[in-house]
């Protein structure tokens, strides 16, 4: 048993077909099943469709909760054109939604819409629900530039995703005991990388499960597989646990 800190379900580019693809919650949990995984966080991309809107995706959302129950715990991805059809965000309080997705090069929160983001970010901070960030090595992305919102929001837990850059993160998670990270997209080089580093017990298992179709030709059933197996050459699936338990506040 093992649980998932990065998941996507909704519309998403496929590589060789000319539009998205509907990922639905049916098709993403049952590779989550074959592969024998007990818990995800799960947000849907399709909130990078602009003419997709907030109703739709809570009703993706419910239709997740419906099939998966509280194995899925699903985050609000939140992009420009959602925030601006429901300024109010009531959708905080609909228990549909655990936690609130960032991600920078969708929606330049970090480097154009700093004072927005710190107000949305407030209104999460009264609910105590967990944040996760898009992470990497552009300008917003980089955990130097994520360690001010993690410092000024000490309480609130965040994944800086990814795990990359791996010396950075490591420097950022090692003074900001609010910050998490994980493994989704890294890559099998990558991974014997990581054990290389000091995570703080605060790395996860993560996949991106099925964001792989868009960049490369894989089965996503087979690809889970690698990626679960590059994980159990070096830590443990209750490690993994742990850290997704502590991320989301679950005792
Ligand atoms: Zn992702």
């Known amino acids: ?4 800190a990065h998941v996507h379900m909704g519309y998403y580019a496929r590589k060789g077909y000319n539009s ?6 049916r098709r993403v949990l049952g590779v989550l099943n074959r592969c024998g995984v007990s818990e995800f966080i799960v947000s849907s991309t399709c909130s990078q469709i602009d003419s997709i809107s907030i109703d739709e995706i809570m009703r993706e959302a419910v239709e997740m ?3 998966a129950g509280n194995r899925a715990h699903i985050f609000f991805w939140l992009s420009w054109h959602l925030y601006q059809e429901d300024k109010r965000m009531s959708w905080l309080d609909s ?3 655990e936690g609130v997705k960032f991600h920078e090069l969708e929606t330049q929160w970090v480097t154009r819409k700093e004072k927005t983001l710190n107000k949305i970010l407030e209104r999460i901070n009264e609910r105590s629900m967990s944040v996760m960030f898009h992470c990497g090595r552009s300008e917003g992305c980089c955990p130097f530039d994520l360690r001010q919102i993690a410092r000024r929001y000490p309480k609130m837990h965040f994944n800086f995703a990814h795990c990359a850059p ?4 490591e420097e950022v998670m090692q003074e900001c005991a609010n910050v998490w990270t994980d493994t989704a997209y890294l890559s099998d080089n990558d991974f014997t990388k990581a054990p290389c580093f000091d995570w703080q017990n605060r790395l996860m298992f993560g996949t991106d499960l099925p964001v792989w179709q868009g960049h490369e030709r894989c089965y996503l059933t087979a690809k889970y ?3 679960l197996l590059n994980w159990r050459k070096v ?6 646990m742990s850290a997704f338990n502590s991320f989301l506040h679950i005792l």
């Open 1 to 4: 048993m093992i649980c998932d």
């Open 20 to 25: 998205p693809y509907y990922y639905s919650p």
């Open 65 to 67: 909760k419906r099939i």
């Open 95 to 97: 228990g549909l939604f």
């Open 166 to 169: 791996m010396r950075e993160m």
């Open 225 to 227: 597989r690698i990626c």
């Open 235 to 240: 830590f443990s699936d209750l490690d993994a």
